[in-house]
């Protein structure tokens, strides 16, 4: 079964600092990966996804990923990050093999931004 | 853009209640998710439904149901609350290689 790992449940940055944020995935194939990020009281937004092609994704609000196959990664980063990213961030991967279907989420990492 | 409404933003309910969380899209998405959210858990996969009148079981069905009976409504029915059903519940739409679009969410209390 394919699984998502977010190693870190909570970071702390300064703003103006640069970020990044890990994601392993456990998979048989070349999945489809994706971040989203959900503020307080809110839904997850789409920031980045990969599907195929160019393994450095950019995104939106200035967040790019890039996927290693051979580290079965795809970390996010950021390179200054301002005080409105501070959020929860959720790594996921869509399944091949149910015709991308289902997705799968990570337990999500915690960002605050320290002025 | 895509829109994924949900009903309510909060519900308190009592234990043994039959609870309807209803979730609505605009975009024509053939699929549609209903997720719950815990702390430290992520979100989990309860159903997913793939057509009109079609669903699939998720990694933690047991307790809820589901119903899709026109394209564009979702909906997620506890059939006796309980206190274990506490969460935060999400309605998304989209997936099958497209990325899925949430609903803000609904926060339910059973007490």
């Known amino acids: 079964a394919q699984s998502v790992t977010q190693p870190d449940i909570h970071i702390t940055v300064s703003e103006g600092a640069s970020l990044e944020l890990r994601c392993n995935y456990s998979?048989?194939?070349?999945?489809?990966l994706f971040w989203y990020v959900q503020s307080p009281g809110q839904g997850l937004q789409l920031l980045l996804k990969y599907f195929s092609g160019d393994t450095l994704v950019q995104g939106i609000k200035g967040f790019e990923a890039e996927f290693k196959r051979s580290q079965s990664s795809f970390n996010l980063r950021k390179p200054s990050v301002h005080w409105s990213d501070a959020a929860e961030y959720f790594c996921?991967?869509?399944?091949?093999?149910?015709?991308?279907?289902?997705?799968?989420f990570g337990t999500g990492t915690k960002l605050q931004v320290i002025p | 853009d895509v829109k994924v409404t949900q009903s309510s933003r909060y519900l308190v309910k009592r234990t043994g209640e039959k609870v309807f969380l209803e979730c609505v899209q605009d975009m024509d998405h053939e699929n549609m998710f209903w997720y719950r959210q815990d702390p430290g858990l992520g979100l989990r996969l309860i159903y997913f439904?793939?057509?009109?009148?079609?669903?699939e079981k998720g990694d933690i069905p047991e307790g809820y149901s589901v119903s899709r009976e026109k394209k564009e409504r979702f909906s997620l029915i506890l059939e006796s609350a309980s206190t274990n059903q506490t969460s935060m519940y999400l309605c998304a739409s989209g997936g099958g290689g497209s990325p899925l679009h949430f609903g803000n969410g609904t926060r339910l209390t059973v007490t």
């Open positions: 439904s793939y057509d009109v009148k079609m669903k």
């Open positions: 996921a991967v869509g399944s091949p093999w149910e015709g991308y279907q289902k997705v799968t």
């Open positions: 998979y048989g194939a070349t999945p489809y």
